[in-house]
């Protein structure tokens, strides 16, 4: 068993370059966990800015210099985020207060309706199971109210932090797109001079990973557009927050789609219960499901590594269980970082004869 655990280590440990990926890995790991919750105005910048740059070069390509081809994605992008917050957040902010308002009559009619399934089901569902439903029901509505009522008590504090957001992260983002090339030269001089291998696994990911950002933020903003106007043509209640819950379920592969299905059925039963307007809605809800899943996804993400569906679970799972919103988001693109990782291991390891 020792002779085993030394020819490993012996095998790992004696280059360099492995030595360094380890260490950058690392030391990266634990500034995201250990500040993270610090870090995030910058994380989120970063974010933004690596979706800007892609508009940044189309501009440069065309012959615009960089500095007012910064200045005008940078003033399109402080544009778009005035009109969300002056536009769509108050809209989507009295549908969200209107909708707690009746959430009490809805819930009403709900159980009015459960009440009615042992009568005409008989052979499938039981008064008793109706009653156990109805206490779930009740206990998880309980837990939510109280849970809202913990938000509003530290709604000041998120007030602060929202305005902290506002005004941060656009200064960063301008800053991490003007200068660009000086972060980066500071940022490599930091890193070991052994590097190769680091190098190479990051220019693997950072294709896949800036690709899968874009992608997803278009597909969030399609997949949205598609099901407000979807919700709107029909006369949907709440068709705007409907629309955005959709819109974000996409960030959370395949189990996202599945809950955000219940408050759309929910509401349109209420509104209009098993009619032909139901069946519409809910069939135009299904066809944007699909059509995401098997048209926008391959088309938007086609540069991405293939993941097993099982893999994709994991990731998000694990990673979302370590950071949140952040490691949902970003699950994919950080399994195949581990992905790309295994790989560069393995070739470095492998004598070059028996590389395939």
Known sequence: MIELLRAWFQRYFSNPQIVSLGLVLIIGAGIVLLLGHLLAPLIAALVVAFVLEGAIGWL???GM???PAVWLVFLIFIAGVALFVGGLVPLLMSQITEFMRELPKM???GQDALRTLPARYPHFISQAQIDGLMGELRHALATFGQRVLSLSLASVIG????????ILVPLLVFFFLKDKQMLLDWATGLLPKQR???????REVNIKFVGYVRGKILEILVVWAASYASFAAFGLNYGLLLGVLVGLSVVIPYVGA????VPVVFVAYIQWGFTSDFVYVVSAYAIIQFLD???LVPLLFSEMVNLHPVAIMTAVLLFGGLWGVWGVFFAIPLATLVQAVAHALKRATTPPGLIP
């Open 60 to 62: 440069c390509r065309l």
């Open 65 to 67: 210099p960089r500095l």
């Open 107 to 109: 819930v009403a009619q």
């Open 159 to 166: 007030l602060i932090s929202l305005i902290i957001y506002l």
């Open 196 to 202: 190769a291998l680091a190098t190479e696994v990051w």
């Open 258 to 261: 599945a809950v955000v299905t």
């Open 293 to 295: 899943g098997n048209l």
